[in-house]
T-cell receptor, first 114, second 112 residues
Framework: ETGVTQTPRHLVMGMTNKKSLKCEQHLGHNAMYWYKQSAKKPLELMFVYNFKEQTENNSVPSRFSPECPNSSHLFLHLHTLQPEDSALYLC?????????????FGSGTRLTVV | QKEVEQNSGPLSVPEGAIASLNCTYSDRGSQSFFWYRQYSGKSPELIMSIYSNGDKEDGRFTAQLNKASQYVSLLIRDSQPSDSATYLCAVSPPGGNNRLAFGKGNQVVVIP
């Protein structure tokens, strides 16, 4: 375990469903991130939270809605997704809101939209 | 120009050989550089970080950084089948923000 826990590990949802992804970190980090990883593409940054405040929304469609109630928990709420949203969704955290020491990733949620 | 580029295709190396991976980046002011290993179906795992020009060795891994030429490389000595994975290069841009830029990764296959 990396200290960053994501649930569920796998999720299959219909285009009209609403679901949420959860991420929890036990590392005492202050920044948390959502990334999308599609086949043969670089990791795509979606959202950044630093001390619970959203500091970056990387032009993500509104069908993805993040929530960060505290520095240890991060959610990604999903609704009316499209098949092209199927991907591996990775949560990460970092120390002191800086990327200078790299990120620690969770194990990811493999999402399939049908 | 992409922020971080890893252009070479899948790399096949015989067991015991050296695997060499290269990465170039566009922002000359970048300060921190990382290599992540990602096994199929798993999340990226940080294996090396480098901040100064030159070489940094950790076990069988050596990271090399050349800021003047804007590239960072990873050498894997005595490659083992367990090294078969995708290796992601990541760069921290200047300015103190908290956004890592990732390359698309290079797949390494170690042949027994």
């Amino acid at each position: 375990e990396t200290g960053v826990t994501q649930t569920p590990r796998h999720l299959v949802m219909g285009m009209t469903n609403k679901k949420s992804l959860k991420c929890e970190q036990h590392l005492g980090h202050n920044a948390m991130y959502w990334y999308k990883q599609s086949a043969k593409k670089p990791l795509e940054l979606m959202f950044v939270y630093n001390f619970k405040e959203q500091t970056e929304n990387n032009s993500v469609p509104s069908r993805f809605s993040p929530e960060c109630p505290n520095s240890s928990h991060l959610f990604l709420h999903l609704h009316t997704l499209q098949p092209e949203d199927s991907a591996l969704y990775l949560c990460a955290s970092s120390q002191d809101g800086s990327s200078d020491y790299g990120y620690t990733f969770g194990s990811g949620t493999r999402l399939t939209v049908v | 120009q992409k922020e971080v580029e890893q252009n070479s295709g899948p790399l096949s190396v015989p067991e015991g050989a050296i695997a060499s991976l290269n990465c170039t980046y566009s922002d000359r002011g970048s300060q921190s550089f990382f290599w992540y290993r990602q096994y199929s179906g798993k999340s990226p795992e940080l294996i090396m970080s480098i901040y100064s020009n030159g070489d940094k060795e950790d076990g069988r891994f050596t990271a090399q950084l050349n800021k003047a030429s804007q590239y960072v490389s990873l050498l894997i000595r005595d490659s083992q089948p367990s090294d078969s994975a995708t290796y992601l290069c990541a760069v921290s841009p200047p300015g103190g923000n908290n956004r890592l830029a990732f390359g698309k990764g290079n797949q390494v296959v170690v042949i027994p």
